[in-house]
């Protein structure tokens, strides 16, 4: 008996096809591997990995551009991706293998916070997982990411996050990508309503553009710009030179060998306002009191040394402090680095004539530059840092002389670290012990310095990290 030949040809299995290695979605991963298996910092990670690939010929400029956008900004946007990833994964995403919630995240940041289109974001997130996680969770990644593509980021948080108008923190909170206590902080720092919040959080989810210092007596802003052509220079700091969009500043000669450095303009600005208080009697010892890595250091000290004065500059970590004294050298005058606690002063009371200490902070005032930070930070932080704060100011207060300067600075601008321990240090004083200098004079023609005497700094409204100074004069 002979069997009917069905008409249709039999399905035959697809042959295999190799994953497609794509260099710049491997490095993103092994990037974001890093930072979520052994708590690693992106900006530290992802340099080495860089350069590595860039000697091995496999990745160009604009490769490295992408991968580094593609990492900071699924850090950045972490938590809004989690809340959607978990609308699109049917069991709850702690029970997602981490390496399939890094390639996961990677693919929804392509689709919903860069412009490639869906479906190479789709594909490409497939390829990725099928290199670095095999064929059968690959199919996994695809069909969640194709649900994640069913709408866009707005879209999103519509679906997701209750209206304003119902819980505003909660809103804001997944439409920017901030944790909602964090939120809550940086809206009574700001005070105000909508129009002030907004754009703060998008600004801290914008990549900031690399900023130099031109160290006084060593280099000058005007000569920076050569080795960038797309150079500006900076708004206030007459120090500072803004590199163009992407520019690499570690990469510029004169950053190697020290006659400039890579630093924040509000933090230039915090040191030039404590070297420019004024001040009657002698002026030749400064401390800076919290010093490492060194960025204010190197400043103050180019600073002090154009004026006839010593910088002293201390740091409790001994690690630190060596990267004090390597921002130090070459200083143009007498500069030293000591290993000390600020809280419990190794000199005499009342020795130097001017005193800056820029404490550990939460650091919610540099949230652009550390994109994974706010993911980390806990508000359970607060209590042993303010408590810290406080030390170390009253030690700053005990180091100046009578009539001398002190400068509070931090990088947040948490009202429990920046007003609130300026306010109870002062109250706790016996007698009339400091008094307040109006810093805003001392920051010229910077706008919106708010009603004084401290100066609080933006990146909405400054373009700078959000840090906050305290200028306070010694008076018994
Ligand atoms: C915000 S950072 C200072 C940044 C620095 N001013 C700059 O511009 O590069 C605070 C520094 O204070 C140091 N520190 C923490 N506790 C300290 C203490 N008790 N005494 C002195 N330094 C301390 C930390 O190790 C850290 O290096």
Known sequence: ?????????????????????????????????????????????????????????TLDARDAALATELVYGTLRRQGTYDAVLAACVDRPLREVDPPVLDVLSLGAHQ?????????????????????????????FVNAVLRRVAARDLDGWVTELAPPYEEDAERHLSLKYAHPRWIVAALWDALGG???????????????????????????TAEELPAADPHAEPGRWSPYAVRLAEGGEPGALDAVADGRAGVQDEGSQLVALALANAPLSGPD?????????????????????????????????????????????EGNPGPAHVVVADGTRPAWRPGTFDRVLVDVPCTGLGALRRRPEARWRRRPEDLDGLTALQRELLRGALASVRPGGVVGYATCSPHLAETRLVVADVLKGLPGAGAEWIDARPLLPGVPELGEGPDVQLWPHLHGTDAMYLALLRRTA
């Open 284 to 328: 030749t010892r400064w401390l800076d009191g919290c010093a490492g890595p060194g960025g204010k250091a190197a400043l103050l000290g180019a600073l002090a040394a154009g004026r006839g004065a010593t910088l002293v500059a201390a740091e409790k970590q001994p690690h630190r402090a060596r990267l004090v004294a390597r921002a130090l």
């Open 193 to 219: 309503g909508r129009d002030g919040i907004e754009p703060l959080l998008a600004a801290d989810n914008e990549r900031p553009r690399g900023t130099l210092v031109a160290r006084p007596g060593r280099s």
């Open 1 to 57: 008996m002979t069997h009917p030949v069905s008409s249709r040809p039999r399905s035959r299995p697809r042959p295999y096809r190799r994953p497609h290695k794509d260099p710049v979605r491997i490095l993103a991963y092994d990037a974001l591997r890093a930072v979520d298996e052994r708590a690693a910092y992106a900006n530290l990670v992802l340099p080495p990995l860089l350069g590595r690939a860039r000697e091995a010929g």
């Open 111 to 139: 689709l919903l916070g860069t412009r490639i289109p869906s479906h190479a974001a789709v594909s490409s997130a497939v390829e990725l997982a099928r290199c670095v996680l095999g064929d059968g969770r690959a199919k």
